[in-house]
């Protein structure tokens, strides 16, 4: 019965995301890079190549948590994890919660590890919440390389039937980083995580964080969408923009692997997010939206431009590697800088 709404609410999330108008701004293009006429560098020397979760990956880019549970999620899953093995990504399943109690969900969700084989880097995804059984489960089903555990209260709260306990959630965190057998990453889902929340997370223990910023999917509008009883249209600017919730996350320390996500749409947000401080980008919503209105053909040739265009900047801004890449210097303007300004 539960396991039944969850599927519902699942192909609801994608419908309504595929309704979805309202857009925010991810602050990056307030992010300056400056453009080098004698990159001394010859475009086939541009390597994208990346360490992740100890894996060799491609490039510096990941397709994040979307879905898993039905019939139709197991055959978006088929086609992100072709497109994520083709160009050699890691690829986050969607909440497994479903999984847990219902053995029938599994292969939407083992699809991609089928998939991408056993070289590729596939991550697990589980609510905060999540007992250290459920992340251990989660992860034997997909036999992942790490799990995401997502925090999502103002997405609770809009959602009807949605959470309402927030406590203890810092403390359960805490006890799976310290017993998790892969490594666990914390994330939002397109509201962003401040200074003061990756600080506490990294005193805890976590190294990973995805900062999943606002600027791209946002979940107050596709719950508004779904719920009938209260208007959120007045909560749709909620967040933390993209690339303020980066520089601010960065600022924890150097040890702290980010992953900048929320709103990536274009090569340049990919290049400005790795010149802010992020480890790895991660898309999800955009990549969906290509693959639903346009089909298989059309997200790969998305993907592939995108890709191409990355090494374009690279060779652009002088740099060989991705290392070099995250070293070129940023300016910031407008209200960015103003926000910046304002929290110190
Ligand atoms: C249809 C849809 C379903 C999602 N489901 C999940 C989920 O199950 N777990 C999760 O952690 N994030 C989920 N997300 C959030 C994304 O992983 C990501 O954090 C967020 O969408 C911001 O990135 P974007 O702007 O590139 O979409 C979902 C996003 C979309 C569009």
């Known amino acids: 019965m539960i396991e039944n709404m969850r599927k519902d609410r699942k192909q609801q999330h994608i419908d309504e995301y595929m309704k979805s108008t309202h857009k925010n701004s991810t602050l990056l293009e307030d992010v300056f890079i400056e453009h080098n006429a004698l990159p001394e560098l010859d475009f086939d020397e541009i390597d994208t190549r990346i360490n992740f979760l100890g894996k060799g990956i491609d490039y510096p880019l990941m397709i994040n948590a979307i879905t898993g549970g039905t019939e139709f999620s197991r055959e978006i899953n088929r086609n992100l994890s072709k497109i994520a093995k083709s160009f050699n990504i890691p690829m986050a399943v969607g909440s497994q919660t479903i999984a847990l109690r219902d053995e029938e969900s599994h292969s939407s969700f083992s699809i991609v590890r089928e998939i991408m084989g056993k070289d590729g880097v596939v991550l697990s995804n589980l609510n905060a919440h999540a007992t250290i059984e459920d992340v251990k489960l989660a992860m034997e089903i997909i036999d992942a390389d790490g799990i995401q555990l997502h925090l999502n209260p103002a997405q609770e709260l809009a959602m009807q039937e949605g959470d309402r ?28 995580i401040s200074k003061d929340v990756a600080k506490r997370l990294y005193d805890i223990g976590v190294s990973y964080i995805d900062i999943s910023g606002k600027g791209g999917t946002n979940f107050i509008e596709i719950e508004d969408r779904r719920n009938d009883d209260v208007d959120f249209t ?29 709103g990536i749409e274009k090569s340049t947000d990919i290049a400005k997010a ?29 993907m592939d431009d995108l890709t191409y265009k990355l090494k374009m900047i690279m060779l652009l801004t002088g740099s060989k590697n991705v290392e070099e890449l995250k070293k070129v210097p940023y300016r910031v303007q407008g209200q960015l800088r103003d926000l910046l300004q304002e929290l110190g």
């Not at 960065?250 to 929320?262: C, E, F, H, P, T």
């Not at 802010?276 to 969906?288: P, Q």
Request: aromatic share 8%; proline share 3%.
């Open 165 to 192: 306990h927030f406590k203890g959630i810092l403390k359960n965190i805490e006890n799976i980083v310290k017993v998790s057998p892969k490594p666990v990453i914390v994330k939002e889902v397109g509201f962003g």
């Open 234 to 262: 007045d909560m749709y600017a909620w967040g933390i923009p993209t690339a303020l919730s980066l520089i601010q996350c960065r600022q924890v320390g150097d040890k702290l692997n980010l992953i900048a996500s929320g």
């Open 274 to 302: 790795l010149c802010l401080g992020a480890d790895m980008v991660a898309i999800s919503g955009t990549l969906l939206r290509v693959l639903l209105e346009d089909g298989y053909d059309k997200a790969y040739k998305y």
